[in-house]
């Protein structure tokens, strides 16, 4: 039998469009961006105040017995000592691709809240909602200009991104919020459920109820399960879309339910592109703090310089404070006060590139996943002078009305055009 098979030459693919992977690296060149960078530093410093002042004004409750400090040490302090700890250990780990440690520091990581819940309930309380706020308006302006230079090559101003996370603050504030209400709700009427059906004669129909219980605690599994997995979009989901907190919420379980194995694939690169930004921003600030203090004090023995530098890779713990061969005059004490603050700028900037590049990344991800569940492409983003849902398909940046725009039909993703 003759074989009339040809083969078929397939021209134009666009290798950028079918390889989805490698564009969740762009948030490297956004993290490094000066604007962005600025507003990662205004987040770092207001969430430093902060701890800095709860630690002043409570007693130190962590710390002795083996750990940290003898004498112990704030909320905040070990809050931020044990959070940098497990972060080097995931950066560390996957540099030297070792799994096993990249799972403890994550697993390590996720264990502070519950300790410092049970130990400082009030710093909890207290501390997860300022950052709430901190991130719901800095995060939201960095997600915001990320969905924006990816979506279509438009670079945001901090004004225009700020302005953004301001006028939607409380979407950005309820996104992440929502799914633990919900969850927190379910499980007091549980509680209090329990607490009545062990009245006498009302246990009678306990057992039988106990089913509906299993029921509710089945949704609390999954909104607690979903929002490990997916959290990290919800704020994103809001800086691309213009949508409501339960919008948010449908959006991204939604995509975590469609395509868990893109969403792992995805958070893996993401990962590298972290561990290789984190790097490169580490050593250029290690030369930046170690150089400038060798200079400065290459003539004499300075006591204001003794200090200074010696920072070391995944060790940025300032060495300004440390005691000297004598006690400082208080003229030379103010000078080491600004040195240490100088240098804590300089640190903070690598704390910075890590907020701004986890907002990125994670938008990108949002975009990539909307795209591998409903068709959607990543170009459509909400624009301002747009109803919610809809959005603008040219590439150009330009906010302006009279553009062609998309609008969502159905769940399935079809859109239809109109002028």
């Known amino acids: 039998m003759q074989d009339h098979r040809q083969p078929v ?77 497990h972060f080097n250990q995931v950066v560390a780990s996957t540099i030297a691709l070792d799994g096993s440690g990249v799972v403890a520091g994550l697993a390590g990581a996720a264990s502070m809240p519950g300790t410092i819940w049970d130990r400082a309930p009030a710093f909890a309380i207290a501390f997860g909602i300022w950052k709430l706020l901190v991130m719901a308006v800095g995060g939201g302006a960095l997600a915001r200009m990320a969905a924006c230079e990816f979506a279509s090559g438009e670079r945001l101003r901090v ?23 919900i969850a927190g709700l379910l499980a007091l009427v549980l509680m209090v459920a329990g607490w009545v059906l062990r009245l006498p004669v009302l246990d009678l129909v306990g057992g039988p109820l106990y089913g509906l219980a299993l029921a509710l605690g089945f949704v609390i599994a999954f909104l607690v399960i979903g929002y490990a ?60 703090l170690n150089i400038t203090a060798a200079t400065v004090g290459a003539w004499g023995d300075s006591a204001l310089m003794r200090g200074a530098g010696g920072y070391a890779l995944f060790d940025f713990h300032s060495a300004v404070a440390a005691g000297g061969a004598r006690e ?6 103010w000078a080491r006060g600004w040195i240490g603050l100088w240098e804590t700028l300089i640190v903070g900037l690598v704390g910075a590139y890590v907020l701004v590049y986890v907002f990125a ?27 919610a849902g809809a959005y603008l398909t040219a590439s150009a940046g330009a906010e302006t009305a009279g553009t062609a725009t998309t609008t969502p039909t159905d769940a399935g993703g079809a859109r239809q055009g109109r002028d």
């Open 361 to 387: 990344s994670t938008t990108i991800i949002y975009l990539l996943m909307r795209r591998a569940s409903d068709g959607q492409e990543t170009t459509e983003i909400w624009r301002s002078g747009l109803a």
């Open 9 to 85: 030459v397939v021209e134009g693919v666009d290798i950028g469009q079918v390889v989805q992977f490698p564009r969740i690296w762009q948030a490297v060149g956004m993290a490094f961006a000066p604007p962005r960078l600025a507003i990662g530093l205004m987040m770092t410093a207001a969430m430093m105040a902060f701890g800095a002042i709860w630690d002043a004004a409570t007693q130190p409750i962590f710390g002795g017995g083996g750990e940290s400090a003898a004498a112990g040490v704030g909320a905040f302090e070990w809050t931020i000592d044990q959070g940098v700890a």
């Open 159 to 181: 004004v225009d991104g700020l302005h953004f996370a301001l006028s939607h603050v409380g979407r950005l504030i309820m996104a992440p919020v929502l799914p633990l209400l």
């Open 328 to 333: 400082l005059s208080w003229h030379e004490s």
């Open 229 to 288: 997995a997916g959290s990290m979009m919800l704020i994103p989901a809001v800086a691309c879309e213009n949508c409501d907190a339960g919008d948010a919420l449908q959006r991204c379980y939604a995509y975590v339910l469609s395509r868990p194995l893109h969403l792992l694939g995805y958070a893996i690169v993401a990962l590298a592109g972290l561990a290789a930004g984190f790097l490169v921003m580490s050593l250029f600030a290690l030369m930046v």
